[in-house]
């Protein structure tokens, strides 16, 4: 932070605030065009629409991370200290997303039980 | 040996006129209050994350979740059918505040005073307009469309068909539905009134059937993570309030140390958007 002038660091701020925004827009748009809410008739895949609102988000939590709470001007050991633990949720994520279809084979099976004979 | 903790190491400029840390050099050359407060901010995060991912994971177990374009599409002042438009607009009052604090950690660098206090009180008023927007949507759910954390009436459906009868709204007899329609099952007497629809295609077609409530958990989650957020936000105003009183009072300007408490809190409201960020993605966009 103290590297950073003054007049510049509010340039900074204000450079950030209005990325910020933008992206916040184009999700918005890209919830409501890929469901046909903008064009009737236009629909895009769900799969990429999450999968590029998820990036765009994480840009935005990046953003706000290194230039808001000044993560960028900190030490790089401290970085990792934060980084590091943070990136392994990742991993959380995803496990927890296939145990969720795990989950849902599961109820399926109790509301449709295979029916096993036994034979004698 | 007692005696070598005693030792004294030569004190680095950064902590003279501090007592909070004596432990020799600080680490990573942060003081001690900032470092707590990132990592306390982290272990936050783990606590939103499992929630978001609880969220998820159930969002996955089940056949038919609440589709949130439908859901959240109400706006004050008697606006139905403008999906995400309220949401989005308590976004950018969030985003706005986590600019004014921006502004007011920079003032404090400059150790200008009148600057610090004039962009606190900016922020403690967009995290009130963000709270009273929360309030809105919360009230509008609870009352108007009668979702509770234990009945979630928007249910969606799977199968292509007609409706039997209206609800005096926005559905009358005839109308015809596609699947993967979310539903709001209408609410009167004390009651849900589900429709009776005719199936018009598919294994079960000319079968008469009645809406099904939607999953539980939907209700339970939306009310419990945003209203930890709307905590974390509660809890935020609070502090900003308590260090704009003692940056107007002069308190800061004795430390000399860049106002570094509005730095520190500064971190934590700026968490609290980041937060916001993830909860908006989880709940209106995907």
């Known amino acids: 932070m103290s590297s950073v002038s003054y007049e510049a660091s509010k340039g900074i701020a204000n450079k950030t605030i209005l990325i910020l925004g933008a992206i916040t827009i184009i999700e918005v748009l890209i919830a409501l065009a890929g469901k046909g809410y903008l064009i009737d008739g236009l629909h895009f895949p769900h ?37 590091i633990p943070t990136a392994l949720l990742i991993w959380f994520i995803i496990a927890l997303i296939v145990e969720g279809g795990y989950y849902f084979g599961s109820r399926q099976s109790v509301k449709n039980p295979v029916k096993t004979e036994i034979k004698k | 040996m007692a005696s070598d ?52 994971t159930l969002r996955f177990s089940v056949a038919t979740w609440p589709v949130p374009d439908f859901v959240f599409s109400t706006f004050p002042g008697g606006f139905h059918h403008k999906p995400l438009l309220f949401v989005t607009l308590m976004t950018f009052v969030l985003l706005a505040s986590s600019y004014t ?67 005096g709204h926005d559905i009358k007899e005839g109308d015809s539905f596609t699947a993967g329609q979310t539903y709001l099952i209408p609410y009167h007497d004390g009651e849900y009134k589900p429709l009776q629809y005719k199936v018009t295609d598919g294994p079960d077609k000319d079968a008469v059937k009645e809406q099904i409530m939607g999953p539980k958990a939907f209700g339970g989650l939306f009310f419990f993570i945003t209203g930890f957020h709307g905590f974390h936000v509660s809890i935020g105003i609070f502090l ?9 009072s002069g308190l ?11 730095e520190k809190i500064g971190l934590y409201w700026h968490f609290v958007d980041l937060v916001w960020v993830f909860v908006f993605l989880f709940f209106y966009l995907l």
Not at chain 2, 141 to 147: R, V
Request: hydrophobic residues 45%; aromatic residues 14%; glycine residues 10%.
């Open chain 2, 5 to 56: 903790t005693l030792t004294h190491e030569p004190n680095t400029d950064h902590n003279t006129d501090n007592g909070d840390w004596q432990g020799g050099k600080e680490p990573f050359k942060a003081s001690y209050g900032k470092l707590m407060i990132w990592y306390f901010l982290l272990s936050d995060a783990f606590t939103f994350a499992g929630f978001l991912i609880a969220y998820g």
């Open chain 2, 240 to 248: 900003l309030v308590l260090v704009c009183v003692n940056a107007a």
């Open chain 2, 101 to 167: 604090m921006v502004r007011a950690v920079q003032e404090g660098k400059q150790e200008n005073k009148n600057g610090v206090v004039k962009w606190l009180l900016l922020t403690i008023i967009g995290g009130l307009g963000f709270l009273s927007c929360q309030a809105w949507e919360w009230t509008n759910l609870l009352t108007k469309e009668n979702m509770t954390i234990f009945n979630n009436p928007f249910g969606t459906h799977t199968e292509n068909g007609v409706y039997l009868m209206g609800d």
């Open chain 2, 252 to 262: 800061y300007v004795k430390r000399r140390n860049g106002y570094e408490m509005i």
């Open chain 1, 47 to 83: 799969m990429i629409m999450g999968l590029v609102m998820v990036i765009l988000s994480a840009y935005k939590a990046r953003l706000i991370m290194f230039e808001f709470m000044h993560l960028k001007y900190e030490l790089p050991a401290f970085v990792k200290t934060v980084i």
